[in-house]
């Protein structure tokens, strides 16, 4: 993949995602408010849909190419794009340009994209060097990190939300035990393997209710909605957040 261009005094293009936006847009809205007020101009191709990721990872190749082709079309005059979500920003930079490979048009497409996409947190802290976005929650409230296996396996995102929640006043960070282990969901991987899938969820449901933090944060919203049906399953109260709605100030009576 070609060296990532700076990011400094470039507009970003939101790409929202599919279960943001059609489950939880008020985390899209989260993601546009932090960036706003750090001065990042922001715009949102309509045109977006999907990034191929499912096609993909079930083996429907050329299915993933026409949905990518789309994507890079909807991006074509993107400077950055961002997106809260770890494992869709890996498929556009990992798996771009190992779907057009054996098409150079498309392939320098692919890179290009590949080269200015960024997941949220890595774009504030590795981007434009910032770990503090001005957060203060309204009372003390412990969380922890749950680090989602794209992001920290496919793109290195592990350092960066603990950065930025470190930063946020009146927030104590502890660790989560077992912060990297899956939380079962993996797409299609809970779909077809519901009782492995299960049983992973399980662990990492146990580790929550022994954990001291108030709330667990992350930076994907597939393992919020599979850690969430877990908890609530179990019957406990805490809750898993996107990082983005607590950078914005929306989670636990928090507030820029």
């Not at 949102?44 to 990872?57: H, I, K, L, R, S």
């Not at 470190?166 to 797409?187: K, S």
């Amino acid at each position: 993949m070609h060296r990532r261009p700076s990011v400094f005094n470039k507009r970003v293009s939101l790409f929202v995602t599919c279960i943001v936006d059609m489950i939880y847009p008020e985390t899209g809205m989260s993601t546009v408010e932090v960036l706003e007020r750090l001065g990042v101009e922001v715009d949102f191709p309509e045109a977006q849909t999907c990034c191929g990721q499912m096609g993909f990872n079930a083996g429907y190749r050329d299915e993933a190419r026409a949905v990518a082709r789309h994507f890079l079309e909807a991006f074509k005059d993107a400077e950055v794009i961002v997106a809260p979500s770890g494992s869709c920003v890996a498929m556009v930079r990992h798996y771009y340009p190992e779907l057009f490979q054996d098409d150079p048009v498309w392939y320098a497409r692919a890179t290009w994209a590949a080269s200015i996409t960024w997941e949220l947190t890595e774009y504030l802290v590795d981007g434009l060097g910032i770990t503090d976005v001005g957060t203060a929650l309204k009372q003390p409230a412990k969380l922890a990190l749950h680090d989602a296996c794209h992001g920290l396996r496919g793109l290195g995102v592990q350092k960066q939300p603990r950065a930025l929640l470190n930063n946020v006043r009146q927030a104590e960070v502890v660790e989560l035990p077992g912060a990297d282990q899956c939380c079962g969901f993996g797409g299609l991987f809970a779909i077809k393997m519901p009782d492995v899938s299960g049983a992973m969820l399980n662990d990492k449901v146990k580790a929550i209710m022994a954990c001291e933090a108030d709330t667990i944060v992350l930076c994907d919203t597939s393992c919020m909605t599979q850690i969430n049906g877990g908890l609530s399953r179990q019957g406990c109260p805490k809750r898993a957040v996107h990082i983005a709605d607590v950078l914005a100030g929306k989670v636990g009576g928090s507030g820029a």
